[in-house]
């Protein structure tokens, strides 16, 4: 780290280098924080968790209680041990027929204020918060709506993964139906097979994230499988993360990392969170700190912190284990005198 500060003070490295650098040293290095507790509300499991990009201050989470619980994360007391108080209960209420699975708000328009829901009904419903009722419908699953996710660099673009076994990219501007259906196979499935045309999995598929840079699209299924997709194409780019373990009926939360060299996704795996490289597959690591199957983790990116939602009813924060600037000072004076 000294040599990117060298670096960096002599013009030599572009200061993002030494930014990126550094957030994935604390990406890799991030453990469970024994300092902080997020206020136990929850009744049950803890299905969703979401942080709002502005300041990366407030995070929702919602519950098979059907409570909404919005956290304040900022450490008020400055005391190295605090709690996350729960702040208060919604302003305004949508109501649904049926289990709602999953929603999610653009983190990136300036020209709407539409909620993508996701429900036991095929349907995909947009709802307005500017008029306060459902202005959209999108239809073209055949199943209940697991998970849905709208992309961080096309405002109008949203994607949806169904239990049946599709995942479909819409324009929401658009009447005439979805942009494209993910194909696991590329077009290339032989007509032999028993699989179904323009599957994204051989099994539900409950989760999906956007890269924060929205180029590429990662899924999750019940066939615990984990794919990427180029945005753009629609292409199945083959990387192969092994069995990533899914047992999950409704939607599974994951997250990706944000400004890191490489990016990194955080996917629930039974009572732990696995860390994989988004570009490579590689398992770098499991984070153990759950008694019970984790359903949902969200990622902070200003700080490199990772929140986990479990059926044990408990929230978990994981931090950047805290490095020991001393002795690395200490060591590479050692090094110098040796080297004399």
Known sequence: MLGFISARQAGLDDPLRLRRA????????LELNKDRDVERIHGSGVNTLDIEPVEGRYMLSG???GVIV??????????????????CSPADVFQFEGTVYCHHMSPVATKHCLIAVGTKSPKVQL?????????????GHRQEVLAVSWSPRHEYVLATASADSRVKLWDVRRASGCLTTLDQHNGEKSKASSEAVNTAHNGRVNGLCYTSDGLHLLTVGTDDRMRLWNS????????NYGKVSNESRKGLKFSVSCGCSPEFAFVPY????????IFSGELITMLRGHYNTVDCCVFQPNFQELYSGSKD????????????????????KVMNILSV
């Open 22 to 29: 550094e957030s994935t040293r604390r990406v890799l290095s």
């Open 63 to 65: 519950g098979s209680d």
């Open 70 to 87: 919005l956290y304040d994360l900022e450490n008020l007391s400055r005391k190295p041990n605090y709690t996350c108080k729960a702040l």
């Open 127 to 139: 709802c307005d918060l500017k008029s306060g009722s459902c202005s959209h419908i999108l239809q």
């Open 232 to 239: 753009s194409t629609g292409e199945n780019t083959l990387v």
């Open 270 to 277: 039974k009572s732990t969170i696995a860390v994989y490289t």
């Open 313 to 332: 009813c408990n929230i978990l924060a994981w931090i950047p284990a805290l490095r020991e600037p001393v002795l690395e000072e200490v060591s590479e």
